[in-house]
């Protein structure tokens, strides 16, 4: 009987933790589409000015696109890091954000099929922080994600990074060929995206561990209802032992 309590115990413990798994899975996927917090991230709007950090030329194509009409084009000009930023405003190329706020940029990126040299060199999806307002103070990189030109697929692929903000303040997101590759080279991006998703994260983290408590407790009630079996099967020995004495 005892046992056969501890195993209805460890198995309303199983569903409680079951439920607040579920509960947080919910969380989690009411904020994981948190705001884009790019200006016209299909690149949509050409009246939308781009920055470039180093050297690039960027313009508006409609022969190439992922999603929508249109993507950005950048060509690489100079021996140099260069490429555009993704950007909140078209008067701003930095994004405000929280020391420890977690946040999550992508960006599909495509090469152009003729012209380019992919034998050398990489692109990167750049995200680094400053520690004072308007892109001052320290300087530390929150997060990269990098595809070398030789492992590029022809056609289009997504390069994501997620990094925390260690200082704050000020955030600022690159999509940018590293001085190696050749000048020249052509590259279109589309459904570019900075999102904050600390909350998500969270979210996350309380679901994780909602799901290993369920299976732990599962586990105790497995191991509860074994030992109920156990102890009915000594239980009809012990009677049989009586009866025969």
Not at 9 to 31: G, I, S
Not at 37 to 43: E, G, R
Not at 60 to 72: D, I, N
Not at 119 to 137: A, E, I, K, N
């Amino acid at each position: 009987a005892t046992a056969d309590g501890k195993a209805v115990t460890a198995t309303t413990n199983a569903a409680t933790a079951d439920a607040k798994a579920v509960l947080a899975q919910d969380t989690l996927d009411a904020v994981a589409s948190s705001v884009n917090l790019v200006i016209s991230p299909n690149f949509e709007d050409t009246w939308v000015p781009r920055y470039v950090f180093g050297s690039a030329t960027l313009a508006y194509v409609s022969s190439e696109k992922y999603q929508g009409t249109q993507s950005l084009e950048f060509e690489k000009t100079v021996a140099t890091w260069g490429g555009p930023y993704l950007a909140p405003t078209p008067s701003e190329r930095r994004f405000t954000v929280k020391g420890g706020d977690v946040i999550t940029a992508k960006v599909w990126i495509k090469p152009k099929s003729t012209g380019n040299d992919m034998s050398v060199g990489y692109v990167q999806l750049w995200l680094r922080t400053w520690s004072l307002p308007g892109g001052s103070g320290t300087l530390i990189d929150a997060a990269t994600s990098q595809i070398t030109n030789t492992s590029m697929a022809a056609g289009w692929q997504e390069l994501t990074a997620t990094g925390t903000s260690l200082w704050g303040m000020s955030l600022e997101v690159f999509i940018l060929a590293d001085p190696a590759t050749v000048v020249g080279n052509t590259y279109y991006i589309d459904a570019a995206s900075v999102e904050n998703v600390t909350v998500a994260y969270a979210a996350q983290t309380t679901a994780d561990t909602g799901v290993s408590n369920a299976a732990t407790a599962q586990g105790t009630a497995n191991t509860g209802v074994t030992n109920a079996a156990t102890a009915d099967a000594k239980a009809v020995t012990a009677t049989t032992n009586a009866a025969t004495a």
